[in-house]
C-alpha cells in the first residue's frame, strides 16, 4: 500500500530559526500532498495543499510567507517554517492519496516542533 | 463547504462494553466519509471509510460505522472494546475521491478504556 515517510519525527529550535519538514511518498508519485498542523487535544487543521511544480494552496488564516511550501518532485513535498516562534510549536502532519486507485489518504508519522 | 461535527470530545467506557462515537456532517454535495484513529504522537492510521455501495462498513478489529444519509450521519460502533482501542478518533470527509481532493476532520473523540 502507499506510504508515506516525514522526517524529523522530533526537532527542536531556537526562535528565529527556520525548521524544514520532509513528506515523502515512498511506493507511489503523489502530484498532491496536504499538511496539517495539529495542537495539543485538538484535531488537524488543514495547512495548505501542495501541488507537484506549481504553488501550494493555502488555507485561509495560514501565513505562506511563514510556512513556505516546495514540492518540486512527484515524491518529496517539503514545510519550512520560517523564523519559528514559540506559537509555532504545534505537531505536523502530511499526507498523500492515491485517490480511487488507492486506500484513500495515508498519513505521515508526523512531526513534533518544538521552538524554545 | 464541508464540514464535521463530533458532538463528543471525550468517551469513556469499561473495558467490554459497547461503545458508539458520534460523527455528523454536512456538504452540498455527495460526500466520501472516513474514521481515523490516532496513537499518542503517532501519525493517522485509516480505521473504515465510506465511498459508495453497502452503507455499513466494517474494519478488521470489530469497528464499524453505518452511513446515514437523511441524517447526514457516520457514527462509528464496536460492541466490546478493549483496552488497545484506546486511542484519538477522528471523523473525516471529502467531497472528491482523486488524490487533490481535500479532507476535513472534525474534532475528534478520546476514548478511554476502564478496566
Known amino acids: 500500500g502507499a506510504v508515506v515517510s516525514q522526517h524529523p519525527s522530533r526537532v527542536i529550535c531556537k526562535s528565529g530559526t527556520s525548521v524544514k519538514i520532509e513528506c515523502r511518498s515512498l511506493?507511489?508519485?503523489?502530484?498532491?500532498m496536504f499538511w496539517y498542523r495539529q495542537f495539543p487535544k485538538q484535531s488537524l487543521m488543514l495547512m495548505a495543499t501542495?501541488?507537484?511544480?506549481?504553488?501550494?494552496?493555502?488555507e485561509q488564516g495560514v501565513e505562506k510567507d511563514k510556512f513556505l511550501i516546495n514540492h518540486a518532485s512527484l515524491t518529496l513535498s517539503t514545510l519550512t517554517v520560517t523564523s519559528a516562534h514559540p506559537e509555532d510549536s504545534s505537531f505536523y502532519i502530511c499526507?498523500?492519496?492515491?485517490?480511487?486507485?488507492?486506500?484513500?489518504?495515508?498519513f505521515g508519522s508526523g512531526t513534533r516542533l518544538t521552538v524554545v | 463547504a464541508q464540514s464535521v461535527t463530533q458532538l463528543d470530545s471525550q468517551v469513556p467506557v469499561f473495558e467490554e462494553a459497547p461503545v458508539e462515537l458520534r460523527c455528523n456532517y454536512s456538504?452540498?454535495?455527495?460526500?466520501?466519509l472516513f474514521w481515523y484513529v490516532q496513537y499518542p504522537n503517532q501519525g493517522l492510521q485509516l480505521l473504515l471509510k465510506?465511498?459508495?455501495?453497502?452503507?455499513l462498513v466494517k474494519s478488521i478489529n470489530g469497528f464499524e460505522a453505518e452511513f446515514n444519509k437523511s441524517q447526514t450521519s457516520f457514527h462509528l460502533r464496536k460492541p466490546s472494546v478493549h483496552i488497545s482501542d484506546t486511542a484519538e478518533y477522528f471523523c473525516?470527509?471529502?467531497?472528491?475521491?482523486?488524490?487533490?481532493?481535500?479532507?476535513?476532520f472534525g474534532s475528534g473523540t478520546r476514548l478511554s478504556i476502564r478496566p
Open positions: 499526507s498523500a492519496s492515491l485517490g480511487s486507485q488507492g486506500d484513500g489518504y495515508t
Open positions: 511506493d507511489f508519485q503523489a502530484t498532491t
Open positions: 501542495s501541488n507537484e511544480g506549481s504553488k501550494a494552496t493555502y
Open positions: 456538504s452540498s454535495v455527495s460526500v466520501y
Open positions: 465510506y465511498l459508495s455501495g453497502s452503507t
Open positions: 473525516a470527509v471529502s467531497e472528491g475521491y482523486s488524490s487533490a481532493s481535500k479532507i476535513i
